[in-house]
């Protein structure tokens, strides 16, 4: 089992910037990768961003590319999510997302990858 707990969201104006992060816990050594997911009010769960656990590598969705940089610190088992030059359309709950399951690196955008998942934390942007 691997515990995700975020924290970091709140609301800031447009143009703003906020810091997520991810601790995990449990059997985290079991991660392959991380991720970040939002979801908007009547929206389905849109991939943000993710990273291998052990290469570092990264990925965004086109939406956030070049403003929300993802990075890890494997010694203290976080996952962080830096957020820059936010826009009313990044509102939303935003969610950690861990996969203990080897998957090739073009499915770390989709939800069902990923079997485990932290509560969420909201993040609104003001226009």
């Known amino acids: 089992q691997v515990q995700l707990v975020e924290s970091g969201g709140g609301l800031v104006q447009a143009g703003g910037s906020l810091r997520l992060s991810c601790a995990a816990s449990g059997r985290s050594s079991t991660i392959y990768y991380m991720g970040w997911f939002r979801q908007a009010p009547g929206k389905e769960r849109e991939f943000v961003a993710a990273i291998n656990w052990s290469d570092g590598r990264t990925y965004y969705a086109d939406s956030v590319k070049g403003r929300f940089p993802i990075s890890r610190d494997n010694a203290r088992n976080m996952v962080y999510l830096q957020m820059n030059s936010l826009k009313p359309e990044d509102t939303a709950v935003y969610y950690c997302?861990?996969?203990?399951?080897?998957?090739?690196?073009?499915?770390?955008?989709?939800?069902?990858?990923?079997?485990?998942w932290g509560q969420g934390t909201q993040v609104t942007i003001s226009s």
């Open positions: 997302a861990a996969g203990t399951v080897y998957r090739r690196s073009d499915y770390y955008t989709y939800p069902t990858s990923y079997n485990y």
